[in-house]
């Protein structure tokens, strides 16, 4: 199944401790239908001592939710919308967000 969300998208979160939020897509877990949103579902990590690298402590980072849990904001207006995809008079595919239209 193709993903509807990409890196570098602007989505919001509509669903989970993080609802409301929004964020960068900075990761897309394929396989799994999970995303890692920038600044979203923050966790602690316990890290070990890498010379050289990084030194021991608690590290916060973003951890992956569900594809589902978030929706594509569009570009122009900035409000959640479904992916749906238009045919240029050229024949190109283009990759549009569209706001649902239901009550």
């Known amino acids: 199944m193709a993903y509807r969300v990409k890196t570098d998208d602007n989505v919001l979160v509509i669903a989970g401790k993080d609802k409301g939020k929004r964020g960068k897509v900075m990761r897309v877990v394929s396989g799994k239908n ?3 949103v920038e600044g ?3 966790i602690t990590r316990h890290v070990k001592n890498q010379p050289g690298v990084r030194q021991a402590g608690l590290v916060r ?3 992956p ?4 849990n978030v929706a594509l904001l569009s570009p122009d207006s900035a409000l959640p919308g479904r992916v749906r995809w238009h045919f240029l008079e050229d024949g190109t595919k283009v990759r549009m967000v569209g706001r649902a239209t239901g009550n």
């Open 34 to 36: 999970q995303v890692v």
């Open 40 to 42: 979203v579902n923050m």
């Open 61 to 63: 980072q973003e951890a």
């Open 65 to 68: 939710i569900n594809q589902s």
